[in-house]
């Protein structure tokens, strides 16, 4: 092969990597911009495409051990094509969907388990394919594509949504695949297949432990931590038949799963058999630690943006396409901060990135401190600009460094494993702040509407009676569909309070999103004491 032909496969190589993952981020945030319209075509509650949002990325997380024992066996390569046939299938079944039950499969479960080789392969690519500071820019690109897919997807797929309709949104990312189809022919197989058998059985123990625990965590807001808010039956039979959630069971019941795996993973290192993978990484503190850190940054900022995905079309009546551009100040802050800092700050500067990555978090903090005080039932998009571009300069400088860092703590053997751990803690991050923030705005707005339609009758109730009935009210918002709401309501709400229950509803919408971003402050100093963990700067290990 001549040197332009090597020149035109790497230029190539390069686009397929950076396009795949501009097309998972477009699809994962065009869902929460097109919802409202998703709920009211396919008569379908909000909650219920949370839930979907939910477990796509928890599908993912929990996948991922599997897909890298099968990339090693196979070869990278391979597995991504496979990955990216069923993606397509899966994305055109998510647009054609004709209830919420086949968009849950194919979205949830079918993409979820195809995008799991498609977020862990551009990382490996760009590792092997590029070297020092040329590999250090690649996955600057790599992390602006998955910016700039996720930013696309709120504008551009609203603005499809609003003037063609929700299933038009699907077809960017449809053109985008195709273009991945055309350049995937120039990606490298990354390893050799390894002639060691798969291991199948560490396989499936990890991902039933790993679903199992994330399903738990994603039914939380329906079903209750503890107290279970409503029985969960499969048929006539009722799961667990005791006065619980089925929410510990699930964790219960992974955690043993988990358990196993471990067992059994010790027993085929011993015995020189298939494994699923080395437990080296989990021994460095500075991995742990960094891998954590961003986890929970990831949770802030994609609970805070769905939250606002909810609120701001009830207090502004404003649509996919409008909301989207009232929330693009943190999402454009953000790579701007994270180029110019990348670009003009390396790595021997005098200013050291743990603290740069620090001081994002405290940014970070401040910025949602300010969205907090932003926030009240005639809010306009002006007054969330401020908080938001602090927010994005927060996470534009977490980001700089935090999986330079995190990535520095691994030994030359164990780096190209890194990928395959940390993404998915991420996309386990990215459910958790749909799950944690989400689940608390509902609560504490359910929790507000009670009390403003007590206060308008000028009522009270017991303690008990208020939060078996705020209880109820958070059921129904997670889980009826917009019409049924609208029906309950009208029927078990006064005819008094009906003139005053939009302004009930919206004082209810800011305390919840207001309560919401407490929780979201206490999360960000866990993201900062995790963050004290890393190292001052890269390390550089041999072993």
């Known amino acids: ?90 994305i055109a079944l998510t647009s054609l969907s004709p209830s919420i039950g086949i968009l849950a499969i194919s979205f949830s479960l079918l993409t979820g388990l195809a995008a799991t080789p498609l977020i862990s392969t551009p990382w490996a690519i760009a590792e092997l394919m590029y070297g020092g500071e040329a590999e250090e820019q690649t996955n600057l690109v790599l992390i602006l594509a998955s910016v700039l897919g996720g930013l696309s997807g709120g504008i551009v797929g609203g603005f499809i949504a609003y003037h063609l309709g929700w299933r038009w949104a699907f077809a960017p990312s449809i053109t985008v695949l195709i273009l991945v189809s055309r350049f995937k022919r120039s990606l490298p197989n990354q390893i050799i ?9 560490g396989g499936l123990l990890s991902f039933l432990g790993l679903s199992s625990i994330f399903a738990g965590i994603g039914l939380a807001g329906e079903f209750g931590w503890w107290e279970p808010k409503r029985e969960f039956a499969i048929g006539s039979m009722i799961i667990p038949p005791f006065a619980i959630s089925i929410v510990p069971t699930l964790v219960a019941v992974g955690m043993i799963l988990l358990g196993f795996f471990g067992y059994w993973q010790r027993r085929q290192a011993s015995r020189s058999g298939a494994s699923l993978f080395q437990v ?81 978090i405290a940014l970070l903090a401040a910025g949602i401190g300010i969205l907090y005080i932003s926030l009240h039932p005639q809010v306009k998009p002006l007054e969330l600009v401020p908080a938001l571009i602090i927010m994005g300069i927060g996470s534009g400088l977490f980001l700089s460094y935090i999986s330079v860092l995190t990535f520095s703590e691994a030994s030359v053997k164990d780096k190209p494993q890194c990928p395959g751990i940390y993404n998915p803690v991420q996309n386990l991050g990215s459910s958790l702040g749909r799950a944690i923030l989400g689940t608390s705005l509902v609560f504490f707005t359910s929790q507000g509407v009670v009390d403003g339609v007590l206060q308008k009758l000028d009522k009270t109730l017991p303690t008990l009676q208020r939060i078996e009935v705020t209880a109820k009210l958070q059921e129904i918002l997670q889980t009826f569909s917009q019409a049924e709401i609208r029906t309950t309501l009208a029927n078990e709400v006064p005819l008094s309070v009906l003139p005053s229950l939009r302004s009930i509803n919206l004082d209810a919408a800011t305390i919840g999103i207001r309560n919401s971003l407490l929780v979201a402050l206490i999360l960000t100093v866990i993201c900062f004491v995790l963050a004290i963990g890393l190292p001052k700067y890269p390390s550089c290990r041999s072993s």
Not at 193 to 201: E, G, H, N, T
Not at 311 to 332: D, E, K, W
Request: net charge positive.
């Open 1 to 90: 092969m001549s040197r332009a032909q090597k020149i035109q496969f790497r230029h190539q190589s390069f686009w397929a990597i950076a396009l795949t993952l501009f097309m998972v981020a477009y699809n994962v945030s065009v869902m929460p911009a097109i919802m409202s319209l998703l709920a009211r075509e396919l008569n379908a509650s909000v909650g219920s495409i949370q839930g979907i949002l939910v477990v796509f990325s928890l599908t993912t997380a929990s996948f991922a051990p599997t897909t890298e024992n099968l990339c090693r066996f196979y070869g990278r390569t391979r597995v991504f094509s496979i990955g990216l046939t069923l993606y397509g299938i899966g």
């Open 193 to 201: 297949p390894s002639p060691q058998a798969i291991d199948w059985v």
């Open 280 to 360: 080296g990484l989990l021994r460095r503190r500075g991995f742990v630690f960094g891998m954590f850190a961003a986890m929970v940054h990831t949770l802030i900022v994609t609970g805070i943006q769905f939250n606002l995905f909810q609120f701001l079309p009830l207090a502004l009546s404003l649509n996919p396409f409008r909301t989207a551009l009232a929330i693009m100040p943190y999402n454009l802050t953000m790579p701007i901060v994270l180029v110019t800092v990348v670009k003009y700050l390396s790595l021997g500067s005098r200013i050291t990135p743990k603290y740069i990555v620090c001081s994002g």
